[in-house]
Nanobody, 125 residues
Framework: VQLQASGGGLVQAGGSLRLSCTTS????????MGWFRQAPRKEREFVAA????????YYSDSVKGRFTISRDNAKNTLYLQMNTLKSDDTAVYYC???????????????????WGQGTLVTVSS
């Protein structure tokens, strides 16, 4: 499974960006998807997750109300709409996929089997 994240860039605080993650997998709807991020000198952290058909959605407290995760199974694409961006949102954002959460924890990076290469989001204050 190959994942390709895109849409990152430089944005001012308060602005918006939409990240996309396209996949090569033929059965995209069979995979649970997630977004994680890693800021400089920090550990990778959970951002958002979405179930196979978009029925179960989870967010970290730090992005809840500002970010929206969604998916288009017909286009094999995962999205992350990011609004009201803050300087603390600056990080490399990674999309991840798994058929089943290994330990049942959607917020743990070890529960995901496949990872994209990341896209850098820089929020200037």
């Amino acid at each position: 499974v190959q994942l390709q994240a895109s849409g990152g860039g430089l944005v001012q605080a308060g602005g918006s960006l939409r990240l996309s993650c396209t996949t090569s997998v033929r059965t995209f709807s069979s995979y649970r998807m997630g977004w994680f991020r890693q800021a400089p000198r920090k550990e990778r952290e959970f951002v958002a997750a979405i179930g196979w058909s978009g029925e179960n959605i989870y967010y970290s407290d730090s992005v809840k109300g500002r970010f929206t995760i969604s998916r288009d199974n017909a286009k094999n694409t995962l999205y992350l709409q990011m609004n009201t961006l803050k300087s603390d949102d600056t990080a490399v954002y990674y999309c991840a996929a798994t058929e089943f959460y290994r330990t049942g924890s959607f917020y743990l990076s070890k529960d995901y089997s496949y990872w994209g290469q990341g896209t850098l989001v820089t929020v200037s204050s």
